[in-house]
């Protein structure tokens, strides 16, 4: 058994590949040929995510060196800054309850003596909001636990 072995790697090991032909060689050189150049545009692509990134940073700043308001200015009411009929196209559309989770806590007794069961429920609400004038659209998603108490009669 080992000498099978032994004597297919050996087979293994004198063989060699074949040379490519020539028309593959010169399908690649032609392909190389026509290849633009990467170097070429290493600025190009690096000088827009290092703008974008400055940029960041800049509001960054601003954002954290801006002076906290006076006590005047925070009691005044805020100035409203886009238009309320903007706010007014957004219609909902739909709204979907996903029940995740469902627990059974047991037995509770209520003040009044009686026996009841408590059950808690895992819920994501979601609600669709669209605009009928740029069909844009928004989701609204908020997790919910619901917890009821059912009484409960032994006879």
């Given at each position: 058994?080992?000498?099978?072995l032994q004597?297919l790697?050996?087979?293994?090991k004198?063989?060699r590949?074949?040379?490519p ?5 010169d399908?690649?050189?032609?392909q190389?040929a026509a290849?633009?150049?990467?170097h ?13 990134m ?8 601003e954002?954290?060196?801006?002076p906290?308001p006076?006590p ?9 800054t886009?238009p309320?009929?903007a706010?007014?196209q957004?219609?909902p ?6 029940l995740?989770a469902?627990?059974d806590?047991?037995?509770?007794t ?9 059950t ?13 004038r740029t ?9 919910r636990?619901e ?8 006879q």
């Amino acid at each position: 058994m080992d000498n099978d072995l032994q004597e297919l790697e050996a087979e293994l090991k004198r063989l060699r590949p074949l040379a490519p032909s020539r028309a593959v060689t010169d399908a690649i050189a032609r392909q190389l040929a026509a290849a633009p150049r990467r170097h070429r545009n290493f600025w190009a692509w690096t000088a827009l995510p290092l703008a974008a990134m400055v940029a960041g940073l800049v509001l960054l700043r601003e954002q954290s060196v801006a002076p906290a308001p006076t006590p005047a200015l925070a009691l005044a009411p805020a100035p409203v800054t886009a238009p309320m009929s903007a706010a007014a196209q957004y219609k909902p559309v739909s709204a979907e309850n996903l029940l995740y989770a469902q627990s059974d806590a047991g037995l509770v007794t209520l003040s009044d003596g009686t026996q009841a069961r408590r059950t808690r429920s895992s819920y994501v609400d979601t609600i669709t909001w669209k605009n009928s004038r740029t069909q844009a659209s928004l989701k609204w998603s908020v997790p919910r636990t619901e917890e009821r108490i059912v009484p409960v009669s032994f006879q």
